[in-house]
């Protein structure tokens, strides 16, 4: 019986581990299209803003700490700033910002993506028996030199948040790309 849970809680996680993996990969098409647009010179440079960023490694947070996104597997327009965990807006535009997480087995997670200090997005995910992950891609109307983050949810109970990451697998990703400028 414990080898058919085993082999159902593999499956499971391997199902998650695939969806993120697609939602990754089609995000990376994307910015590897722009890319060969820039290479092309087929629009301006000047006027591109696309980045991509990984937590590589597990991360434990405290109420309203930055995720401080550290691996960039995209970064065009200089918008993101690890050391800091924010994305400062350099073109007012229309921008897709995406996010995805995996916490820990048996540990709830809320993150939060916030503009200039205000709550956008809320993303939570109850504690599951397995590692689960979540994602959200929206579209915002921003302005030159905005800082747009991602922070843990302001709640003691989050103290010690852990998210999971290695160094292959990226679960915990950030991503914006500028659409058109305004």
């Not at 085993?6 to 695939?18: A, G, I, P, T, W």
């Not at 405290?62 to 965990?85: E, S």
């Not at 689960?132 to 003691?156: A, C, G, I, P, Y």
Request: positive net charge; hydrophobic residues 40%; proline residues 3%.
């Amino acid at each position: 019986m414990k080898l058919k849970e085993l082999d159902n809680s593999q499956k499971e996680l391997l199902h998650v581990f695939r969806n993120v993996e697609m939602n990754n990969n089609k995000l990376n098409e994307k910015v590897r299209r722009l890319s060969i647009l820039v290479r092309r010179q087929c629009i301006p440079t000047s006027n591109i803003v696309a980045f991509t960023v990984v937590l590589d490694h597990e991360a434990t947070l405290g109420p309203l700490q930055v995720v401080k996104y550290n691996k960039i597997l995209t970064k065009v327009g200089n918008a993101y700033d690890p050391r800091h965990g924010h994305a400062n807006i350099p073109i007012k535009g229309i921008y897709l910002v995406a996010v995805t997480s995996m916490n820990h087995n048996n540990e709830d997670m809320h993150i939060e993506l916030v503009r200039n200090d205000d709550l956008q997005e809320s993303l939570i995910m109850p504690a599951g028996k397995l590692l689960d992950s979540m994602s959200q891609t929206l579209v915002f109307s921003l302005e030159k030199s905005d800082l747009v983050w991602v922070r843990v949810n302001n709640h003691n109970s989050y103290n010690g948040h852990r998210l999971y990451g290695t160094s292959i697998d990226f679960f915990n990703t950030f991503s914006a790309i500028l659409l058109f400028p305004l």
